[in-house]
């Protein structure tokens, strides 16, 4: 017993990891090492239109074939993965930012808590992906008008749920005590009630940070992205579209590796949850 | 039970009047002018300015929002800036493909995902649990216009077992009508069942810890009737609310399916009307849609007071 108890504290972090994690792990590693080295990995300009070289396929000089505008598939493949990485990781801080401070304030401020929780409601209300399309059709596309259209909609859940740990935790003892002690609300706020909200906003940022990458492919499918000026995953996949038929890697090698990225983060926001949070071990704090 | 039903809707006006807002204000909040955006960048000035006129814009805010929300109490949620038919007659002549496809796949999700959660549950941690965990993230990582085209590819393609695309009402037979709507209610049941099945997993395992279960097995109950009878039953209700709360993901998800499917539905008519800018359109579908979800919740919420005798206010 002591012998076993002893071996799981020695022995190294990286052993008790289940080897699914660590091929998530080194798989996103791989996509961001090569996503930050974009110029020196890509082949070709990932913008280069060749149309002598249509719906090629792979090939020594384009790895993975060509689109239907002659471009290199591998270098926007490559280039892709900044534009769809930024915009998760960014999505996913904005949202966090946002639904933190909010759920802050809502938890320990009854005052404002009805009026901007029913507010939430509404926006909860609203089917994500449509809110994501009016915003971007009507703001006009670019990376930022694509950020905050992600961002909004996930905004409520990140309220709840900061939300929830405020009120479970305001009544505590240490925060009653700094309460008399005569501690302003913002520095209880921020200095005793925000830490405790963190384990679960650092697994819900990597589920916010999956969602985002998918929803951008989304809209870039629908036809409310991003233009193809800037590779991402999401408009090789529209653009590639039409062709699908007469070749099918042209949507297939994109949406692989966008999914195996989505599936890395999902994998990974499940081990950290569990890890940080036994106590929620069995379930699954993401709804959508 | 009257006071129950008088607090939740009570609680549901206000939500969604703040709902009617939020969509007021995001059309009117853009930057720049919603106007030149709507008639394109090789428009005059004069275009321009009739545009703004026949949308009210040149109007102040507020009187824009009693217009509308006048409008509003009519049954008028806007006119389509193309067509000129009403947004709502629009919606009527596309609401089947969107229904059929979205009562299928509940139907289809729920008769899977329930006992494929409940499985999971009751084998915890053994392979069975592990399949349908892996099968579950794996069905909410790709996104559903990829699981399509893979659908696609293999039946349609491949196999040539069922057509690529399009639509055939009911009216026009039962035969060429399903042939048409099994790939994209597949597509979209698939990546529900994923989510629902994890949700039910979650919710019947809690239930499982409550000492009512042990009891039922400390006085013999067979292990079907602790499953379904005490714990499923209890389950229920979360698993209940998931359903309703997921509506709103799964109106993402018929958009991007008939738009894979090419399927004349309202997720279409909301991309159509997004390609030409016709933000009435966008407006009328994204708030029809909005009450629609609120009105399914406010009906799963009356609901529990029945089913449920714990839960009054």
């Not at chain 1, 996503?35 to 090939?59: C, E, G």
């Not at chain 2, 389509?80 to 493909?97: E, H, M, N, W, Y």
Request: hydrophobic share 55%.
């Amino acid at each position: 017993m002591l012998q076993t108890l002893l071996s799981s504290v020695t022995r190294p972090a990286i052993a008790r990891t289940p080897a699914l994690v660590l091929l998530a792990s080194a798989l996103l590693l791989a996509i961001v090492v090569i996503a930050f080295l974009a110029p020196w990995v890509a082949t070709h300009d990932p913008n280069a239109i060749q149309p002598a070289v249509r719906l090629k396929p792979a090939s020594a000089d384009f790895l993975l074939g060509t689109d239907s505008f002659g471009r290199d598939i591998f270098s926007r493949l490559v280039f892709g993965a900044r534009a769809s990485l930024l915009i998760g990781v960014v999505s996913a801080i904005a949202a966090i930012l946002a639904g933190l401070f909010i759920g802050l304030v809502c938890g320990y401020y009854p005052s404002v808590d009805m009026l901007l929780m029913r507010v939430m409601d509404g926006l909860m209300a609203i089917p994500g992906v449509l809110l994501a399309i009016a915003f971007v059709a009507l703001w006009g596309a670019s990376i930022s008008s694509v950020i905050i259209a992600i961002a909004i909609p996930e905004i409520p859940r990140v309220v709840r749920l900061a939300r929830s740990v405020v009120l479970a935790t305001r009544h505590e003892p240490y925060v009653e005590a700094a309460v008399t002690l005569g501690t302003p609300g913002w520095k209880i706020v921020w200095r005793h009630l925000m830490p405790n909200t963190l384990p679960s906003l650092i697994v819900q940022a990597t589920y916010i940070c999956a969602s985002a990458i998918m929803l951008e492919a989304i809209l870039s499918f629908i036809g409310a992205g991003l233009g193809s000026e800037i590779p991402t995953w999401g408009n090789m996949i529209a653009d590639g579209r039409l062709y699908f038929q007469i070749k099918p890697s042209i949507v297939f090698i994109p949406a692989a590796v966008l999914s195996a990225c989505v599936l890395s983060m999902n994998i990974i926001g499940d081990e950290v949850r569990d890890r940080l949070d036994p106590r929620l071990k069995k379930g699954g704090m993401r709804v959508g | 039970m009257l006071n129950y039903l008088a607090v939740r809707i009570g609680y549901a006006i206000p939500v969604a009047a703040l709902v009617g807002l939020m969509i007021f204000l995001l059309v009117r909040l853009t930057p720049g002018d919603p106007a030149a955006i709507l008639v394109g960048e090789n428009a005059t000035l004069a275009d321009i300015e009739a545009v703004r006129q026949s949308l009210g814009l040149d109007q102040p805010l507020l009187t824009q929002l009693v217009h509308w929300v006048g409008n509003l109490m009519h049954g008028d949620i806007g006119t389509s800036i193309i067509s000129q038919i009403p947004v709502s007659k629009l919606i009527a002549q596309r609401v089947d493909p969107s229904l059929s496809l979205t009562l299928i796949t509940f139907v289809m999700t729920t008769l899977l995902a329930i006992p494929l959660g409940v499985l999971a549950a009751w084998q915890h941690g053994r392979f069975a649990d592990r399949a349908i965990m892996v099968f579950s993230i794996i069905g909410f990582s790709v996104p559903v216009f990829v699981l399509g085209y893979v659908l696609i590819k293999i039946f349609a393609i491949d196999l040539r077992l069922l057509p690529v695309q399009g639509y055939k009402p009911i009216t026009d037979g039962f035969g060429p009508f399903i042939n048409r709507m099994i790939l994209p209610a597949l597509t979209l049941t698939l990546a529900f069942t994923a989510l629902i099945a994890r949700m039910t997993r979650t919710s019947m395992l809690s239930v499982l810890d409550e000492d009512y279960i042990r009891t039922a097995r400390a006085k013999g109950a067979g292990e079907s009737s602790v499953l379904f009878r005490h714990a499923l039953r209890n389950a229920f209700i979360p698993i209940i609310t998931i359903l309703g709360n997921s509506f709103a993901l799964l109106i993402g998800g018929v958009v991007v399916t008939e738009t894979v499917f090419n399927l004349p539905g309202i997720g279409r008519l909301t991309v159509e009307a997004i390609l030409a800018r016709d933000y009435p359109v966008i407006q009328g579908v994204v708030l029809m849609m909005s009450f629609i979800y609120l009105g399914i919740n406010l009906l799963i919420d009356l609901a529990y007071a029945f089913i449920d005798p714990r839960i009054r206010y």
